[in-house]
Every structure is written in C-alpha cells, then in structure tokens.
C-alpha cells in the first residue's frame, strides 16, 4: 500500500505539473514567447518522463522521481523558508539592516545614492545604445555603467581602426612610390585594393556578416596581403610592354596559386568556434577574394584602357623590374 500511495503520489504531481502548464497556456496570460515556449516544453518533458517511466518497477520510479525532484528544486524548500522567516521578522526593513556589502555598493561616504537609470526599451543596436547614453549624460555627464563603457569602447575601436587604415594607406602609397617610381603606377594599385575594400564590405552587408572588435581590423590587413599582386602585373607589363596579355602569362597564373593559398589559411579560421576569429576568417577570406577578382581583372583593364598615353608603364627602364 505505501509503495501505490507513492506511486499515485508521484504520478499526481506530474499530473498536476502538466495539467498546470496546459491550463496557463489555454488561459492566454500575458507570457512572452520565451515563458510560452517554456510551458509548452514542460508539458512535453512531462510526458516524455512518464513514457520513459512506465516499464520501470514503481519503487524504481519512486527512487528516480525523488531524485529528479532533488536536483529540480531541492533548494527550493530552504529558500522559501528563509523567505518565510524574513517576512515574518515584523517591522519595516532599515539601511542598517542591509549587508554592508550592498549598502557600501549604493551608498557613497558622503551620504550620496547610487541612481540606476534603465532604458524604456530593449538597445539592441549602437544607435539605440548611443541615443539613451547620450540622453542620460545630457542630465547627469559624469554617469557610467554598462552602456557607457560599451559606447566608448566602440568609440575606441572605431578610431584605432580609423588610425590603422590610414596607417596602412600611407605606408602603402611610400612603398609604391619608392618601387614604381611613377604617381599614375602607385594610383592604379591604390585604386585596385580600394576597390576591393569596397567589394569586401559590400558582399560583407549582403550576406549579413558584421563587423566587430575583431573583424574591423581586416581592410587594412587587405591592403598589407594585396599589394603585391598589383605590383607584380605592373612589373609584367613593364618587362614586356603592352602588347601582352597579362591574363595568359605565368604572373597571372602565380598572383593566383599564392593569393588562393592565403584564402585557404584565412579560410580555416572561419571553421573556429570563437565567434571573433570565425568572423575574422569569413571576412579576410571575402577580401582575399576580391582583392584576387580585382587585381586579375580590374587592374589589367585599366593597364589596357591608359596603354600609349599613360605613364603608369611607359617602359622597362621606369618599373621595379628594370634593375
């Protein structure tokens, strides 16, 4: 008889849990979708339990239940107790009766609040987090915390990466002019890598690829890996003029082989499972692809388009391949 009582007892509760669940759902009470999906996926262990629960013996049960039970919510008793036994302590609750801890957290030296500001919404985008910082600090400027330290330190971000790129820009342009020796040469490269800086981030928004703290690094790492491709193509076509079709020539060939061999090793950070360096991945292996697609195709078309009235590669003597 005391194993049925428990056994009843047992499958009371579970009955009761889903009987629970199903009527709150039914009854359409202000639930978000999470709390919903929630309750609906009680029911459904619910069940999946008592399945998996029948070919047992009842004492089986019995056991395996209690110990579910105790790992669900056995802390649960203890802490309705002391919640219990507070409410019970009679009198209104003073700062005195707070834990040092907290009120040192809230209360300065001085005798001062700590005031916590939340937004009326959800701030899922930058703009959002700008917005409710910005109306914040227009009544008190000196405030922080979370939206604060996120908003400046995007901040800080966006201009390390404004200070690398035109870093990499500078020094591209120097090594250009030192090698090439002519400003239409060192133009038509810059003008190559622009241009797939442009794809990258194009392609990058079309198949809804972000950036963040680690991918914002990739175009100037584009410019760093892309250079010398163009500056191979300039060096073909001054060694043998423009009559050649830079396609056809091993050059082009090898800007090829080397610049899909740097995909590839980009590409296999795409495969980690750090979100940073995944997207990182992605984003260098775009660029690679483009600055490739660019240089092979873009490039040679305008080496073609300013041939016989363009200084870009007049002859061998004015290219790095001349010495």
């Known amino acids: 008889m005391g194993a049925d009582t428990g056994g009843d007892e047992h499958a009371e509760r579970l009955r009761a849990l889903d009987e629970l669940a199903s009527l709150a759902i039914r009854a359409g009470f202000r639930f978000d979708g999470d709390t919903t999906a929630l309750l609906a996926g009680v029911r459904i262990l619910t069940n999946r339990w008592k399945r998996w629960l029948d070919p047992w013996p009842l004492e089986t049960q019995r056991a395996l239940s209690a110990e579910l039970e105790e790992r669900l919510v056995g802390g649960l008793p203890p802490m309705m107790a002391k919640l219990r036994s507070g409410a019970r302590g009679g009198g209104a609750a003073r700062l005195e009766d707070l834990p040092a801890g907290l009120r040192e957290r809230w209360i300065a030296a001085d005798g001062r609040l700590r005031l916590q500001v939340v937004p009326t919404g959800r701030l899922e985008t930058f703009e959002q987090i700008r917005t409710f910082v910005d109306d914040v600090r227009g009544e008190v400027p000196e405030a922080t915390g979370a939206p604060v330290n996120h908003l400046e330190v995007s901040r800080v971000a966006i201009g390390a990466f404004r200070r690398a790129l035109g870093l990499a820009l500078l020094a591209t342009a120097i090594v250009l002019m030192a090698l090439l020796r002519r400003p239409r040469a060192t133009l038509a490269v810059l003008a190559t890598l622009s241009l797939a800086g442009l794809f990258t981030f194009g392609f990058a928004a079309a198949v809804d690829l972000p950036l963040n703290f680690a991918n914002i690094i990739t175009l100037p790492l584009i410019f760093g890996l892309g250079v010398d491709g163009g500056i191979h193509m300039l060096h073909r076509r001054g060694l043998r003029g423009s009559d050649e079709n830079l396609l056809g020539t ?74």
């Open 250 to 323: 091993s050059t082009a060939r090898a800007i090829l082989f080397s610049g899909l061999t740097t995909v590839a090793s980009f590409g296999s950070l795409a495969l980690s499972s750090h979100v940073g360096l995944s997207t990182m991945g992605r984003m260098l292996t775009i660029g690679m692809v483009s600055v490739l697609a660019c240089t092979l195709l873009a490039l040679p078309a305008w080496l073609e388009r300013g041939s016989g009235r363009s200084d870009t590669t007049s002859s061998a003597e004015d290219t790095i391949g001349s010495r």
